[in-house]
C-alpha cells in the first residue's frame, strides 16, 4: 500500500510538472548566455525582460513593476510560490499581517487558525552593490529553478513558502557596472571598478540606508515590500573580497545592538549555521560562519527591528565577471578564522585556485535555495516565532523606558519631520496628547508627540531615539580595540539636533490615533543666506562616497552648484566662475594622484600639481575652499596652513572613534556657526583634531569640550582626553580667500541634519 501510494503520488508530480517547465523561459534563453559564464554581463533591461517573460510562461510566478530608481529605470519584485498559493496571495498577507500585530488578533483559536494556515515569508534581495557581479546573475537561475523544478524539494518550498524576490536593490548599479565592464573587456581596465559611484548617489552606502531611508530605492523597499510582506526572513546576497572564505553566513560576531530580539538572534544563528550544513552536504568548501561581519548597526538591518531574520551572505568575489586565480599564499583569514586551519566555524578550507563567476552564482543560488528549504521545513516554527516577536513588543520588555516624548514648540521644524518621519516609515506609532499632560517631572501642552513603546515596531523607535553605549572590545585584553563592522551611533535626536524626552511613567492623558507626520520641506536659502555664485563640488573619478551624498544633499536643498572634474579645476580660472568650492572626504592621494594607469587616460591622475595649483590661485584670489574630513589634512599640506593634526600619529590603543557622536562648541556669534546652538554635534569618524598655531591666520569656529566634560554623545571613543579642547571647525585666511576645514561630516549620510548649516555657511563667497 505504501509503495503503491508513493507511486501515485510521483506519477501525479511527473504528469503536472513538466508541461510546466517545458514552457519557462531558461536564463539563458534571454541573457544569450548561461549564467556564471566568464565575462558575460548584461544591463538591467535584459535581466527586467527575463523576470517578465518567466512570470507571463508560469503560474508559479508574478512580476511586480514597484516604481522607479533615482535614475529612471524600474525597480522590480517577482512573486514565487505555488499556484495554490498565488491564487490564495491576499489572504496568506492578510494572515501575516495580523501576525505581524498581535493586537489584531481576537483569540486564541484565530491565533492557531493563523499559524497552521499562513505561509513562511522569505524576502530575498540581491546585488544592492553592483560590482558583486554574481548578484546580477543568480536571482534568475534561483527563480528559474523554483519556476521549472519537478523535484519535491522545489515542490515543498512552493507549498510551504512565498518567495518576494529582488533581483536588484540597486538597478542603476547594475547598468553603471555592466557598461562599464563591456566597454573595457578585452584592455586593461578589464574587471575594475568604474570611475563613478555605483549608486548615482551614495555608492556603497546604499546598505546604510535602513534607518534614515533617504534614498529612493530604500523607501521603495521598506514601502511596498518590507511594510506589506512582513517577512519573517530576509536573505541579502552580497559578495565578499577574493581571498577570504568562499562564503560568509550568520551567526554575526558581537556586538548585536541590544535592541534586537533575543528570538531574532537565536533565529539567524540557526538558519545560516543550517544553511552552512546543507552546503556541506553538497560538498561546498571555504564556508564560514561567525566571522567579520557583527550586528550593530541599524544601517544595515532594517529587519531585526521588524520581527525578521536577516541573513547576509557573502560570496567571495573575482574580478567583476573575469575568473582569477588564487594562490594558497594569497589567501586571508579575517576576524574569526584563520583561512588555511579548520575550525568550528570553518570546518572545512579551500585550498586556492581558479574562481569563477559560475563559482559565485553557484554559492549564491545554493545558498539562496539552502534557506528556503529550511523555512518551508520549519514554516510553523518560523511563523509561531514571528508572533512571538510581536507579542512581546506589545506587551513591553521590563526596564525599558515607556514612552518617548516629542515637544513640537521650539523643534527645528524639517528636521523634527525628518525624525518623526523615518520612525513613521519604520512603521512605528506616533499619537499626540489630546490634553496638557505632566510626566516624568515636565509639563507638556496638548499636540505633543508621544511614542509609547508598547507597540510591534518598539524596538526601531528605542534603537534611533536613545544614546549608544558601544561594549569596549579589544583584540585581547588590554590590546587594540575590535573594529566595529560599520560604525558605532545612530541617534537621530543627536544627529538631527531635535529635543526628545525619555520617559519611565505611563502617560495617562488620552492619546489621539496614530498621527500622519508632514512631510519636511528642505530650502537651503531658509538655512543661510544663498551664494551669490554656484558652488563647485570635487568629483574624483575616485568616486569617494562622501562626494556623493554631498550631492545628494545639495540636490535635496536645492544647493546650487556644479559638479567640477579634475580636467575642469586643472584649466584654472576658477575664482570668476565659482564663489566656493568643496571637496569631499578623501585621502591626499585619492585627491592627487586618483585613479592608477590602469584606467584609460580621461580618467587618471587625479589633479595633479596643475589642480593644486589652480585651487591655490583660486583661494589667492578671494575664493573659499571648504574641505571636509579627510581631505582637511590634505589641505593643511597644500595650502601649508598654519595649522596641526593632532591626530597624527596617535594609534588605535591611544585615541579611537570609529564613527561617533562628539559634542561640539561653537564660536558664538560667527557667520560660520549662525542658526546652530553654541552646542552641537560633530559626527566624528576617525578625522582631524586641529590645533591652530598662528591665530592671526587661522582660528577655531568649533571645538570639542575640554577636558572636565564629555566630548562622547553617542557611540564609542578610546583616549577621549586626546579630543580635549583641539579644533574640529576652522577658518584659514590664504591670500584674499580662506579655506574652511571640517574635522568631522557635517552631512553624514544625509542624517546630521544639526549640522548641514555649518557646512551651507560656509558656502557663502568672501569675496
Ligand atoms: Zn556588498
Redesign the pocket.
Known sequence: MRTHLGRCCLTLVLAVAPAASAQVPTPESVLGFVPGTDRKLVEWPTLVDYFRRLAAASDRVTFRDLGRTTKGAPFIAVVVSSAANLGRLDELLAINAKLADPRTIASDEERAALLRDGRAIVLVTSS??ST?VGGHLSPTVIAHRLASGTDPDVLRILDEAVLVLVPSLNPDGVNIVSRWYNATLGTEAEGTSPPELYHPYVGHDN?RDWYAFTQVETQITIDSLHNVWHPQIVHDM??QGAFGSRLFLPPFLDPVEPNVDPLIVWGFNTLGTAMAWDLAGQGKRGVVVSATYDAWTPARAYQHYHAGVRILSETASARLATPIEVRPDQLQGRRGFETDVASWNFPQPWEGGRWTLADIVEYQSAAALALLRQAAANRELWLRNFLAIGERAVRGWEGWPRAFVVPREGQPEAALRTMLGILQRGAVEIRTALQPMSVGGRSYPAGTYVIDLRQPYGAFAKALLERQEYPDLRQYPGGPPRAPYDVTAHTLPLLMGVHVDRVRDTVTVPLSEPVQIPSPSYAYAAVSQPAGRPIGLYRSFTAPMDEGWTRWVFDTWGVPYQSLEDSLIRAGGLHARFGAIVVPSMSGRQIERGLSDSYPARYRGGLGTAGVQALREFVQAGGTLVTLDDASRWAIEAFSLPVRDASEGLDDQTFYAPGSIFRLHLRSGDPLAAGVPDTTIAWYEGGPLFEVSDTAAARAIGWYPQAGEDVLLSGWVLGPERAAGRGALVEARVGRGRVVLFGFRPQYRGQTLATYPLLFNALRPLH
Do not use: A, F, R, V
Request: hydrophobic share 15%.
Open positions: 544592492i552593490h558583486e546598505n552580497h559578495q
